[in-house]
């Protein structure tokens, strides 16, 4: 889709006024109809609108009026920003639509269940809740409890699978580099979040190890003491 200018009508109405642009040419610029041009000009369309000057607006240059008004064939060109300001980063929590927010606490349950790892303040805004609730879904003193089925917030639409993916990242690596520095701490939590590469290698040199002739054997020496008795 091709840029537009900001407040098309009325872009269209000033250069209507003050300009020999061909109504084909306004058209495209401001992405209008021909006809919707022409109703304008004649006062059908956008009666009381008050023009905007695009060249003030920095959406275009005198020298490209120039050019346009001396050829019917010149399409205008939106003018772009010499610099671009970066959006700043959004604060706060996320915003969930009304429709969404009654699967929260589920997503919430998901998150504890999962995820243990993951604190209270990333999930509240990861999901765009309060810690008030998260609690309250933890402790299983939430109004609704008996009712919750924790399911994941991406299937549910209250986050995306990437945003999902960066909390639990961040806070496993968070949790690992403390059990590192302080393995004490942890030492009664269960399984950590190290990989567990060692135990898949230890898994494997003892089926390397396996050897069925023997296996076969013992039974054999036990089928045979018990045929003796």
């Not at 639409?157 to 496993?172: E, M, P, W, Y």
Request: hydrophobic residues 35%; glycine residues 6%; proline residues 7%.
């Amino acid at each position: 889709m091709a840029d537009l200018p900001l407040m098309p009508i009325a872009t269209a109405v000033w250069l209507i006024d003050n300009t020999s642009l061909t109504f084909d040419q306004i058209a495209e610029f401001c992405g209008l109809h021909p006809l919707q041009v022409k109703g304008i000009a004649d006062g059908d369309v956008g009666a009381g609108v008050r023009g905007i000057n695009p060249i003030t607006t920095n959406q275009l240059t005198r020298d490209e009026i120039d050019k346009a008004e001396k050829d019917s064939d010149h399409r205008l060109k939106l003018s772009r920003p010499k610099t671009i300001v970066p959006e700043k980063p959004r604060k706060g929590g996320r915003y969930t639509p009304v429709s969404k927010r009654q699967n929260r606490p589920d997503a919430i349950a998901w998150m504890v269940r999962n995820h243990p790892e993951v604190t209270d303040a990333q999930i509240g805004k990861l999901l765009g809740t309060t810690k008030t609730t998260i609690a309250a879904v933890r402790d299983r003193s939430h109004w609704n409890s008996a009712n919750l089925v924790p399911r994941d917030p991406v299937g549910l639409g209250l986050c995306s699978q990437i945003d999902l993916d960066a909390v639990v990242r961040k806070a496993a690596a968070k949790r690992a580099k403390l059990m590192k520095e302080n393995p004490e701490a942890f030492a009664n939590e269960g399984p950590s979040l190290e990989p567990t590469q060692d135990k898949e290698e230890e898994t494997e040199n003892e089926n390397r190890n396996f050897d069925p002739e023997k296996v076969f054997a013992e039974f054999s020496d036990k089928d045979q003491s018990s045929d003796e008795n």
